[in-house]
């Protein structure tokens, strides 16, 4: 699958993200190993605090259907400059998928291409404890 595939499932599942209160809708495509694309958009609630992004909903997706090796991951949103992923999804992103291509893009051509160990340089991880 090319990256434009990709970002096109993550234009696809930005479609159905619950965001009532930011109208700021995010969609994400995580691909595994063997290729499987799974795929998330945010989900907000009305007490804020619990919403979740798009990462984490389809990294927590894939990790519940057994995934455990991943690719890359294409994030979509309506804004200019494409939006990176936040600190929390870097976080467990980085924890769970090592170090990801991360391929950002917005609704039109406009589109970048990252390392996650760029995008979160000297991280915590499970080798520290
Ligand atoms: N959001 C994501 O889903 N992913 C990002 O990379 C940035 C932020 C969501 C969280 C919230 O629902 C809305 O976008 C505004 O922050």
Same mark, same amino acid.
């Given at each position: 699958m090319s990256d434009f595939d990709l970002v096109i499932a993550a234009r696809a599942a930005r =479609?159905? =993200?619950? =965001?009532?209160?930011?109208?700021f809708k995010v969609g994400a495509a995580l691909e595994t190993a063997d290729g499987t694309i799974i795929t998330g958009c945010n989900i907000e609630n =009305?007490?804020?605090?619990?919403t979740i992004c798009a990462e984490r909903v389809a990294m927590f997706k894939a990790l519940s259907e057994g995934h455990r090796e991943f690719a890359r991951m294409a994030i979509v949103a309506d804004t200019e400059a494409p939006t990176p992923p936040c600190g929390a999804c870097r976080q467990i992103l980085w924890e769970f998928g090592g170090d990801l291509e991360i391929v950002l893009a917005n609704l039109s051509e406009e589109r970048s291409i990252h390392r996650l160990k760029d995008l979160l340089p000297l991280p915590f991880d499970a080798r520290l404890l």
């Amino acid at each position: 699958m090319s990256d434009f595939d990709l970002v096109i499932a993550a234009r696809a599942a930005r =479609a159905f =993200a619950c =965001a009532e209160f930011s109208k700021f809708k995010v969609g994400a495509a995580l691909e595994t190993a063997d290729g499987t694309i799974i795929t998330g958009c945010n989900i907000e609630n =009305a007490t804020y605090g619990l919403t979740i992004c798009a990462e984490r909903v389809a990294m927590f997706k894939a990790l519940s259907e057994g995934h455990r090796e991943f690719a890359r991951m294409a994030i979509v949103a309506d804004t200019e400059a494409p939006t990176p992923p936040c600190g929390a999804c870097r976080q467990i992103l980085w924890e769970f998928g090592g170090d990801l291509e991360i391929v950002l893009a917005n609704l039109s051509e406009e589109r970048s291409i990252h390392r996650l160990k760029d995008l979160l340089p000297l991280p915590f991880d499970a080798r520290l404890l």
